[in-house]
């Protein structure tokens, strides 16, 4: 089936310091991508969506200067942490539909932020 | 809005035991209905899906039906085993153009051997 990687899989860093996390589709193209945010034994939150060519589109209460999304070409969005800070510290998921309008998503492994 | 609720967990079951993860929805429009399991250090796979009233989704042994008049999509599975320990997370999706998911909180199964 479609497989989406992200990378790293997990980071640490210090407080004010910014983080990149990449997400790819690696057998398809993604116009669309999603990132979540999921806190220990919580749901995923969706943070944003990810639109090839044109801004994110964020949810209500995200903040869109600190998490900045860059979805440079069809197998590839970023999601940059700026500014981190200790509540920042969270596992952050991609996805993305195999197809655009088909409502099945592929999910990455995630990726642990801890910010010390 | 649209919501999705399951019921809590962990859930602790003996090997060969009956299943039931019971998940209700609120939604605006017609959703699909989706399960989906993550299992330890893995990302979340799709594990079944309904997209109209009455489907039942199905696999792996488990199955889930679409009942709209109670507004439901409980997950069952008639004799577990112990790979099947996982958190499972009840989802919908509302067809547009965004294909956004709402997911449950997840329920934390664990088999015992």
């Known amino acids: 089936g479609a497989v989406v990687s992200q990378h790293p899989s997990w980071v640490i860093c210090k407080s004010g310091t910014s983080v990149k996390i990449e997400c790819r589709s690696l057998?398809?193209?993604?116009?669309?991508m999603f990132w979540y945010r999921q806190f220990p034994k919580q749901s995923l939150m969706l943070m944003a969506t990810s639109n090839e060519g044109s801004k994110a589109t964020y949810e209500q209460g995200v903040e869109k200067d600190k998490f900045l999304i860059n979805h440079a070409s069809l197998t590839l969005s970023t999601l940059t942490v700026t500014s981190a800070h200790p509540e920042d510290s969270s596992f952050y998921i991609c996805?993305?539909?195999?197809?655009?309008?088909?409502?099945?998503?592929?999910f990455g492994p995630g990726t642990r932020l801890t910010v010390l | 809005g649209n919501s999705v609720t399951q019921m809590e967990g962990p859930v602790t079951l003996s090997e060969e035991a009956f299943l039931t993860i019971n998940c209700t929805y609120t939604?605006?429009?017609?959703?699909?209905l989706f399960w989906y399991v993550q299992y330890p250090g893995e990302g979340l796979q799709l594990l079944l899906k309904?997209?109209?009233?009455?489907d039942k989704g199905s696999n792996k042994g488990f199955e889930a039906t679409y009942r709209k008049e109670t507004t439901s999509f409980h997950l069952e599975k008639g004799s577990v085993q112990v790979s099947d320990s996982a958190v499972y997370f009840c989802?919908?999706?509302?067809?547009?153009?965004?294909?956004?998911?709402?997911f449950g909180k997840g329920t934390r199964l664990h088999i015992l051997p």
């Open positions: 989802a919908l999706s509302v067809r547009n153009r965004d294909d956004k998911i709402i």
């Open positions: 057998d398809f193209q993604a116009t669309t």
């Open positions: 996805s993305a539909p195999a197809l655009a309008g088909k409502d099945t998503q592929y």
């Open positions: 939604a605006t429009g017609y959703p699909s």
């Open positions: 309904a997209t109209k009233a009455d």
